[in-house]
């Protein structure tokens, strides 16, 4: 929902990196990265902001100039009934109360504004906060490489992670696969020895029919 609640969907995976950064990066360079990410919270953070008074400010205005219409409306004079060409006269309904601000109307307003703000400044705060933090980044070309290089590590073993799950689910699907066939196979069995019981069964009655 918003960028300044985001956090990683997986523990494992920065259990990983966390790993990656102690093994295969220098101090200023573990430095050099958690200042970049605290860049991009600390934007995110101002932004939502941001994005919040903003939306609250534009909730407010919209508010203050419903009532100033509603005022100007409820001031002016307004005709009460329409006569026809042949006479008849018909009533004017009162759009007064359908114009008139309602409480609820208001909480939907400022809700709205700010529910959009905050998200608005948030994305815009994490656009900015991921600029900074690739100019912090990318300011020492060794520093860069080596992050780099840490990073291209940390995709090795994450594919092999997932390597690893496939061919783990494979083996299962395939014992559950040979576990069916095998059951499948001793029902099959099964039925035709009752089949092969029955005629035998079948069998030894008929000599008795014949001597009736």
């Known amino acids: 929902m918003f960028a300044i609640f985001r956090g990683h969907p997986n523990k494992d995976l920065a259990d990983l990196g966390e790993q990656h950064m102690q093994h295969d990066l220098q101090p200023e360079d573990r430095a050099r990265l958690r200042k970049a990410a605290s860049k991009v919270s600390t934007h995110a953070t101002i932004g939502s902001l941001l994005g919040l008074g903003l939306g609250l400010a534009m909730a407010w205005r919209i508010r203050q100039n419903r ?4 005022n100007v409306f409820r001031m002016v004079s307004k005709p009460t009934e329409v006569v026809f060409a042949n006479g008849r006269r018909e009533p004017v309904p009162d759009l007064e109360p359908l114009l008139r601000p309602t409480r609820w109307g208001d909480i939907a307003t400022y809700t ?6 905050s998200m608005l400044g948030g994305e815009m705060g994490l656009l900015t906060g991921s600029a900074s ?20 590590l940390f995709q090795v073993d994450v594919l092999k992670r997932q390597l690893n799950v496939l061919e783990r689910e494979g083996r299962e699907r395939s014992a559950d696969s040979a576990r069916r066939r095998e059951s499948e196979a001793d029902s099959t069995s099964s039925w035709e020895r009752l089949k092969d019981q029955a005629g035998g069964m079948v069998s030894s009655l008929r000599p008795s029919s014949d001597n009736i």
């Open 133 to 152: 933090a690739t100019r912090t980044i990318t300011r020492d070309p060794d520093s860069r490489q080596r992050i780099e290089d840490a990073f291209r």
């Open 67 to 70: 009532q100033q219409l509603f």
């Open 112 to 117: 709205a504004f700010a529910l959009g703000g």
